[in-house]
T-cell receptor, first 112, second 115 residues
Framework: GDSVTQMEGPVTLSEEAFLTINCTYT??????LFWYVQYPGEGLQLLLK?????DKGSNKGFEATYRKETTSFHLEKGSVQVSDSAVYFC???????????FGQGTRLTINP | DTGVSQDPRHKITKRGQNVTFRCDPI?????LYWYRQTLGQGPEFLTY????????KSRLLSDRFSAERPKGSFSTLEIQRTEQGDSAMYLC?????????????FGSGTRLTVV
């Protein structure tokens, strides 16, 4: 079946550090890929997306590139801020399906 | 429109009781989804509506669970004879159109605790 695997957290970094959160997937069809972010006490928010191989999604300084050959969609940010502290979820949606399949989430804490 | 609203935010109930949650989607969104999120895990799909029609149900949705979306507007999720394993965050999301490639808009969730 379809699945998403994220690097285990929690991840703790200092402000201005470089961030990578790994995400790999298994899909029976051709998926669209997403990163969602969940701030404390809030709902999940779409951070970025990519719909086909080699697409790069970007938003708020975060980037992720759809790598079909490695079935990966790693999240990166060059310089993190305290306000980036949240839980990050990688997700996929197979073409023709309605549901999103999520990874288990990675809790990120940024210290000043 | 302020987004997807869920009510209540928190619910504590005794085992064996019935509970009902409500979701109000973004008004122009014709698709509505329910997910369940347990501690330390990502959300898991439960069911999906297009307008008032329930088009897909996960096998996670046992006979004790029922969801409705009368008139294609708000939706309710009812759990009968709650069990401790039902304790989780119940998330509602909505989207517009045939293609959800742009992702959903999620509500803040209803946290259920069964004691």
């Amino acid at each position: 079946g379809d699945s998403v695997t994220q690097m285990e957290g929690p991840v703790t970094l200092s402000e201005e550090a470089f961030l990578t959160i790994n995400c790999t997937y298994t899909a029976t069809g051709y998926p669209s890929l997403f990163w969602y972010v969940q701030y404390p006490g809030e709902g999940l928010q779409l951070l970025l997306k990519a719909t086909k191989a080699d697409d790069k999604g970007s938003n708020k300084g975060f980037e992720a590139t759809y790598r079909k050959e490695t079935t990966s969609f790693h999240l990166e940010k060059g310089s993190v801020q305290v306000s980036d502290s949240a839980v990050y979820f990688c997700a996929l949606r197979v073409q023709g399906a309605q549901k999103l399949v999520f990874g288990q989430g990675t809790r990120l804490t940024i210290n000043p | 429109d302020t987004g997807v609203s869920q009510d209540p935010r928190h619910k504590i109930t005794k085992r064996g009781q019935n509970v009902t949650f409500r979701c109000d989607p973004i008004s122009e969104h014709n698709r509505l989804y329910w997910y369940r999120q347990t501690l330390g895990q990502g959300p898991e799909f439960l069911t999906y509506f297009q307008n008032e029609a329930q088009l897909e149900k996960s096998r996670l949705l046992s006979d004790r669970f029922s969801a409705e979306r009368p008139k294609g507007s708000f939706s309710t999720l009812e759990i009968q004879r709650t069990e401790q394993g039902d304790s989780a965050m119940y998330l509602c999301a909505s989207s517009l159109g045939r293609d959800t490639v742009y992702g959903y808009t999620f509500g803040s969730g209803t946290r259920l605790t069964v004691v």
